[in-house]
């Protein structure tokens, strides 16, 4: 996909595997981190052009840490970000009343499970305005 990158970060390991085989079929170049403190680092250091961050890694605010720090760092700030959640399958907790909660500055949010084909569609639309190979 012309070098396209993604950047997953995500300690779930079936998601990981499953959005990185469907993003790759696609063309999608994939990096995978679930390190929470270097996250923002590596995607300033990677220049992803799309980020598919977990709401819920190690602690509750992981997600929303790692989003703030990308949004106010001037390398990251302009990087689309999906954000994934289990949070309401597994504890009935719905933050997303409207399609996406209005307190977090990302694309989407995608309550789990998720719909691989459609999450790279959505990566497709954000990033490539709908244009991706598939294998």
């Known amino acids: 996909m ?3 990158k993604i950047l997953i970060i995500k300690d779930d390991p079936e998601f990981v595997a ?4 469907e993003l790759e079929s696609r063309g999608f170049d994939v990096i995978v981190t679930d390190k929470r403190p270097g996250a923002a680092t590596i995607a300033a250091e990677e220049q992803p052009d799309l ?3 977990g709401l819920v890694m190690d602690d509750l605010s992981a997600g929303c840490s790692i989003l703030s720090k990308l949004q106010f760092d001037d ?5 689309p970000v999906i954000m994934v959640s289990a949070v309401t399958t597994k504890r009935g907790f719905r933050i997303d009343e409207n399609g996406k909660p209005n307190w977090l500055n990302a694309e989407e949010f995608l309550n789990m499970p998720v719909d691989f084909e459609y999450l790279a569609n ?3 639309e954000i990033i490539s305005n709908g244009e ?3 294998d």
């Open 122 to 124: 959505r990566v497709c």
């Open 132 to 134: 991706c190979v598939r």
């Open 2 to 4: 012309d070098g396209k």
């Open 75 to 79: 390398e990251t700030r302009d990087i």
């Open 51 to 53: 980020i598919i961050l």
């Open 18 to 21: 499953s959005a990185k085989q």
